[in-house]
Each structure stands twice: as C-alpha cells, then as structure tokens.
C-alpha cells in the first residue's frame, strides 16, 4: 500500500513538472513572435494609405491627395499623382480619418466621376467605407492594427453627356443582377455599354458583347432599357457602371450602381403539416401489460398441459 502511494506520487510529480514545462515553452513561443512583429510607432497603431486609379488606364490626369483627422490637421498628402500614384502608407492612432481628392496641374477634376472605396486588410478585406461621385469621404472609422487602404478612382467622364440618363439602377431577380436605365433624350446617341466590378473602385469586364443599340437616336424622346446579367457570380456584391456612346465615338461613364445577390434556394416549401402519432409505450405501461396479461399466459400453458 505505501509503495503504491509512492508511485502514485511520483507519477503526480511528472505530470505537474511536464505541464510546467509545456507553459514555459509556449510563453517563450510568444515572447519570440511578438518580437518578430514589425515595429510600429505608438501603441495600437493602424497603418493607413490612399492609392490613385484611373479609367480609362492610360488616362493622363494628375490629382491632390490628402488625409486629415477628425481636428482637420493634416495627417499625409501629395499633390500631381497619376495612375497608380500613393501616399505611401502612414502609421497613425486609432480614429476617424478623412480622405479627399483634388485636382492637380493641368486636371480639372469636372471633367471626372470620382469613386472613394477603403477596405482592410491592406485592401484586400473588409469594406470600411465608400462613397460614389464624391471628392471627400469623411468619418472613416479604422481599429486598433488595422491595415486600410483607401482607392481614389477617377472616371473621365467628358464629353458632356448628350443623353440625359433620368435612372440607372441595379436590382436582382431570383438571385440575378438587373440592371434598367431610361433616358429623357438621346440627341446624337448611337447606343450604350455595360461594365461590372467586383467593387466600386473600378469596372473590371465589359458585359454586353455588342453595343446595346440607342432606341431613339437623334431625338429628343427617351426610352427605358433593361439587361439581365446572367454571367455575374452567383453572390456578392456587383457593381456596374453605364457607358453612353455617341455618334463621332466618343463616351461618357455614368457614376456606378451596386447591388447585392444570394443564391436562391433550390427548393420552396409550400405546405407543411405534421400528423399526429401514436405515442409508443413506455417500459412503465410494458410493465403494467405484463401483470395484466401474465395470469393469463400462465393459465393457457397449463391448460395445454392438461391436454397433453
């Protein structure tokens, strides 16, 4: 018996002394990675920078960018970025931040449709915050080691229109993006295209494969158009953009819509009902058969030996 208590001691000892050991191992592991860890200045710092797109891509304009905080101090800005241009990336506190962009030398930001989209992750996550046919996005609300980039795309959206679009907009039917517009005029329009972005930074593909005819070209009557994007990904968001083409080919790029879809179920419960059951016996009602039915079954056997 003492020898016993002894072991059981013993094999105590060992598992205390291993558990201990597997802690001091894994706290070293962390110490190790959090110095790993690049440095940032301050404590819970995000890192925040502004990139410049531009559509067309061989587009020449140069815009002003710039970041304030919520006190209006400027936090980052360059002036003359073209195509691909940035910030840079800055490192600054937890908050609310504004980006805006201007124009720069010889750019005048009329001519375009700016589209301001920040994401996390280094552009890549989450949206943080966005807004269309704007020169400012206020309020962006960032976290502790967040990673935003925010995406500048400017539109060249010249020549003046010679089409007044009264709507476009973008829905989904049964899961499928549509798309519907109506014009109050179209004075020297030859027909329209259709792009989709899987964001609304930029448009990444056309979706018409040939020019969408002007019902009334020439005249100052209107007409209403609908599309039905049947190769958009099932779900997520789509955003798409409305291009007018005119007589002497040249375009103009509408501000972009977005929209939303699920896949639909497969299947759609119309009716359903559920019919009682009998309840199935418990062994307490079993029990009271059996007493019931037992003198029974005792009598019937012995009556048959009698017989015998």
Same mark, same amino acid.
Not at 1 to 13: N, P, V
Not at 31 to 45: F, I, K, L
Not at 289 to 301: D, H, I, K, Q, S
């Given at each position: 018996?003492?020898?016993?208590?002894?072991?059981?001691?013993?094999?105590?000892?060992v598992?205390?002394l291993?558990?201990?050991t597997t802690?001091?191992?894994?706290a070293?592991?962390e110490?190790?990675?959090?110095?790993?860890?690049?440095?940032? +200045?301050? /404590?819970?710092?995000l890192?925040?920078?502004v990139?410049?797109?531009l559509?067309?891509l061989?587009d020449? @304009?140069?815009f002003d960018?710039a $970041?304030t905080?919520?006190e209006?101090?400027?936090?980052?800005?360059a002036?003359?970025?073209?195509? #691909? *241009?940035?910030?840079?990336g800055?490192?600054?506190?937890?908050?609310?931040? !504004?980006?805006?962009v201007?124009?720069?030398?010889s750019?005048?930001?009329g001519?375009y449709?700016?589209v301001?989209?920040?994401?996390?992750?280094? *552009?890549?996550g989450a949206?943080v915050?966005?807004c +269309?046919?704007c020169?400012?996005?206020?309020?962006i609300?960032?976290a502790?080691?967040?990673? &935003? &980039?925010?995406?500048v795309?400017?539109i060249?959206?010249?020549?003046?229109l010679?089409?007044?679009?009264?709507?476009f907009?973008?829905?989904c039917?049964? *899961?499928?993006?549509?798309?519907?517009?109506t014009?109050?005029? /179209?004075?020297?329009?030859? @027909?329209?295209?259709?792009?989709? *972005?899987? +964001?609304?930074?930029q448009?990444?593909?056309?979706? !018409?494969?040939?020019?969408i005819?002007?019902?009334?070209?020439?005249s100052t009557?209107?007409a209403?158009?609908a599309?039905?994007d049947?190769s958009a990904?099932?779900? @997520?968001l789509? #955003?798409?953009?409305? /291009? $007018?083409?005119?007589?002497d080919g040249?375009?103009?790029?509408?501000p972009?819509v977005?929209? %939303?879809?699920? %896949?639909?179920?497969?299947?759609?419960?119309? !009716?359903?009902?559920?019919?009682?059951?009998a309840?199935?016996?418990?062994?307490?009602?079993?029990?009271v058969?059996?007493?019931?039915?037992?003198?029974?079954?005792?009598?019937?056997?012995r009556?048959?030996r009698?017989?015998?």
């Open positions: 018996m003492k020898r016993s208590s002894q072991l059981f001691s013993a094999f105590l000892l598992i205390t291993s558990f201990l802690q001091s191992v894994l070293r592991a110490r190790q990675a959090d110095q790993a860890q690049p440095a940032r +200045s301050g /404590e819970g710092n890192w925040l920078d990139q410049i797109a559509f067309p061989d020449p @304009g140069l960018l $970041v905080d919520q209006g101090n400027v936090i980052a800005s002036a003359d970025l073209g195509q #691909g *241009g940035t910030l840079g800055q490192s600054v506190p937890p908050g609310l931040y !504004n980006v805006t201007d124009a720069g030398a750019t005048l930001l001519l449709i700016s301001i989209e920040c994401r996390d992750e280094n *552009g890549q949206l915050a966005s +269309s046919n020169t400012t996005l206020a309020d609300s960032v502790s080691d967040a990673t &935003v &980039v925010c995406t795309t400017n060249n959206a010249q020549p003046p010679a089409v007044t679009v009264a709507q907009d973008a829905t039917e049964h *899961g499928t993006p549509l798309l519907t517009w014009t109050n005029q /179209e004075i020297d329009i030859q @027909g329209f295209n259709l792009y989709r *972005g899987a +964001s609304l930074a448009p990444d593909v056309q979706i !018409n494969p040939d020019l005819p002007a019902a009334a070209p020439g009557q209107g209403t158009y599309w039905t049947l990904a099932p779900e @997520g789509h #955003g798409y953009w409305l /291009e $007018v083409i005119n007589l040249s375009s103009s790029l509408l972009p977005s929209t %939303t879809c699920l %896949t639909p179920t497969a299947v759609t419960v119309t !009716n359903l009902e559920a019919a009682a059951l309840p199935a016996a418990t062994g307490g009602q079993w029990a058969f059996a007493l019931l039915t037992g003198p029974a079954v005792v009598a019937l056997w009556w048959q009698r017989m015998r």
